[in-house]
């Protein structure tokens, strides 16, 4: 059991987003340049992410980031998640301080190591804000932020928190969300749950993503307890020419159309709105399902800062500050479960 006078660091762990346009190119080309998302040799994933970056940082990214006044929001938002974690845990710990650190652009591990170590934290517990766990995001970001940790000399201990994807906060805030937007449908309606897509042979790995992503969708539809209620997964974003999980959004709303029923998209693999929900949903998909005639279309806003949410991550912390024993919420087939990290 922590000394709850002790200085604690909590880090949350997201994507990160270019905070100018100067900054998609070098941005996209961190991304690609991680092994877990291009498992290629370092020269050949170099001059993949070299290329992709070039080419969607003056193209699609572009453009979408463009609509966002070009740069990404995902840094404000998760920066009001972080303050509203430490209101809330800063009641039974005084001396904790929540972090932000960024996988892809600032800001990164590095600096952020430096600061925690400047703070001089007692203990350290990481928090992804992935609620599925995925070897291309939560493990990426631990991977990398151990490596950073060794090299800077920070030896405190650290707690990890692999994935949350039934927490009883998340399913409820996101239940509600749906619910309240459920009830503005003016017709037959749909909810789509649609979650960032992986190739498929990462999932053939090991990964536990898909399950994961399923399974909280479940949750949430158990949660809210609608008799009948008309829902399916599916899977945006993709990029490249491999072959990934689906079906895909647009499948969905192919679907919606020959059905004739209305869509609520909601994004529940994420927790704080940037280009994928506020461009890619709100802008893409809308235009989309207008365009193959679906008769109604509305995007679920993510938990960001429901109290529900953040009561749920602050159970997380204080789990893992009292010393709770981490249960592992994957089958066993999944061997790249996160409660290995």
Known sequence: MTDKNQKIAVVLMNLGGP??????????FNFFMDKNIIGAPLPIRWLLAKWISLSRGRGAAKTSYAALGGKSPLLDNTRAQAAALETFLQKSWPALKVFVTMRYWHPMSPEVVRAVKDFGAARVVLLPLYPQFSTTTSFSSIQNWQRETKAAGLDTPTDKICCYPYQAGFISASAELIRQKLAEAPVKTRVLFSAHGLPEKIVAGGDPYQHQCEQTAQKIVDALAIEGLDWQICYQSRVGPLKWIGPSTEEALDKA??????VLVYPHAFVNEHVETLVEIEEEYREYAHEKGVPYFARVPTVATHPDFIAGLAVLVEDRLAGTEWQRVCPASFKRCGCAL
């Open 257 to 262: 159309a020959a059905d004739g029923v209305g």
């Open 19 to 28: 905070l100018q346009e100067a900054d998609i190119k070098p941005f996209l």
